[in-house]
C-alpha cells in the first residue's frame, strides 16, 4: 500500500496534477501527500516520490518529449507536495541536499530558462534562493553571505551579457573564495564555462540538477 501510493505521488508529480479541484472523483499530489504523511510514511520517502516524478519530466525535457507547460504543471503539483513537507525541513528531519542562489545576470532581463531550472532544482530536494532577473554582484555576494555553503547559478541568453557572469564570478570570489558557480544559457557552453572559472556548465534543467548532485559530491 505504501508503495503504491508513493508511485501514485511520483507520477501525478509528473503530469502535474496538483490537487482534486478539477476532477473531484481524482486526487492529486497535494491530497495524497497529505495522506501519506498522516499515515506514517517517513518524510524522506514522500521526497522522494515527489523528486522521482520531477526527474522524469525533467529528463522528458532534456530529451525534446516534454515542454515548457509540461515542466510548469509538474512544478506546481510538486510544490503542492513540498508545502507539506516544509514542517520536517524546518525540524531538521529531512534534510535539503544543498542550496542555489541562482539570479540571471546584470542586464538581462530574461527569465523562463532560469524559472525551468529553479523549479527542477527546488523539486529535486534542493533549497532554491531567486534572486530573479538584472542581478548585480552585489545582491549576489550578500546572498552568499546570507546562505553560507550556497552554489551560486548565473543564467544568462544574450551574447552581450554572458560575459557579465565572468564580473560576478569574480567580485563574488573577491570576498568569498570557496564559492562553487553553475552557468547555463543560450550562448554559454563548457568552453565559456572555463573561461570564466565557473565548476560547472548546464544545458538544461535536468544537467543542472545533475551537476549540482556533481558540486556537492565531490
Given at each position: 500500500?505504501?508503495?503504491?501510493?508513493l508511485?501514485?505521488?511520483?507520477?501525478?508529480?509528473?503530469?502535474?496534477?496538483v490537487?482534486?479541484?478539477?476532477?473531484?472523483?481524482?486526487?492529486?499530489?497535494?491530497?495524497?501527500?497529505?495522506?501519506?504523511?498522516?499515515?506514517?510514511?517517513?518524510?524522506?520517502?514522500?521526497?522522494?516520490?515527489?523528486?522521482?516524478?520531477?526527474?522524469?519530466?525533467?529528463?522528458?525535457?532534456?530529451?525534446g518529449?516534454?515542454?515548457?507547460?509540461?515542466?510548469?504543471?509538474?512544478?506546481?503539483?510538486?510544490?503542492?507536495?513540498?508545502?507539506?513537507?516544509?514542517?520536517?525541513?524546518?525540524?531538521?528531519?529531512?534534510?535539503?541536499?544543498?542550496?542555489?542562489?541562482?539570479?540571471?545576470?546584470?542586464?538581462?532581463?530574461?527569465?523562463?530558462?532560469?524559472?525551468?531550472?529553479?523549479?527542477?532544482?527546488?523539486?529535486?530536494?534542493?533549497?532554491?534562493?531567486?534572486?530573479?532577473?538584472?542581478?548585480?554582484?552585489?545582491?549576489?555576494?550578500?546572498?552568499?553571505?546570507?546562505?553560507?555553503?550556497?552554489?551560486?547559478?548565473?543564467?544568462?541568453?544574450?551574447?552581450?551579457?554572458?560575459?557579465?557572469?565572468?564580473?560576478?564570478?569574480?567580485?563574488?570570489?573577491?570576498?568569498?573564495?570557496?564559492?562553487?558557480?553553475?552557468?547555463?544559457?543560450?550562448?554559454?557552453?563548457?568552453?565559456?564555462?572555463?573561461?570564466?572559472?565557473?565548476?560547472?556548465?548546464?544545458?538544461?534543467?535536468?544537467?543542472?540538477?545533475?551537476?549540482?548532485?556533481?558540486?556537492?559530491?565531490?
Amino acid at each position: 500500500m505504501e508503495q503504491d501510493l508513493l508511485a501514485k505521488i511520483s507520477e501525478l508529480t509528473e503530469t502535474g496534477k496538483v490537487d482534486n479541484k478539477i476532477n473531484k472523483g481524482s486526487d492529486g499530489v497535494d491530497e495524497l501527500t497529505k495522506q501519506a504523511l498522516n499515515e506514517g510514511v517517513e518524510p524522506e520517502k514522500v521526497l522522494d516520490a515527489l523528486v522521482l516524478g520531477m526527474s522524469i519530466v525533467g529528463e522528458k525535457f532534456a530529451q525534446g518529449k516534454a515542454f515548457v507547460p509540461n515542466m510548469l504543471l509538474a512544478a506546481k503539483a510538486m510544490n503542492a507536495g513540498m508545502a507539506h513537507l516544509k514542517p520536517f525541513f524546518s525540524s531538521g528531519q529531512v534534510k535539503r541536499k544543498g542550496s542555489l542562489v541562482i539570479g540571471t545576470v546584470f542586464g538581462d532581463l530574461h527569465d523562463i530558462g532560469k524559472n525551468l531550472v529553479a523549479m527542477m532544482v527546488e523539486g529535486s530536494g534542493w533549497e532554491v534562493i531567486d534572486l530573479g532577473v538584472d542581478v548585480k554582484p552585489e545582491k549576489f555576494i550578500s546572498a552568499v553571505e546570507q546562505h553560507p555553503g550556497c552554489v551560486v547559478g548565473i543564467s544568462a541568453l544574450l551574447t552581450t551579457t554572458m560575459n557579465n557572469m565572468e564580473t560576478v564570478v569574480k567580485a563574488v570570489r573577491g570576498k568569498y573564495p570557496e564559492t562553487r558557480f553553475i552557468i547555463g544559457g543560450a550562448p554559454v557552453n563548457q568552453d565559456f564555462a572555463d573561461k570564466i572559472g565557473a565548476d560547472a556548465y548546464a544545458p538544461n534543467p535536468k544537467g543542472a540538477v545533475d551537476k549540482l548532485n556533481w558540486i556537492v559530491s565531490s
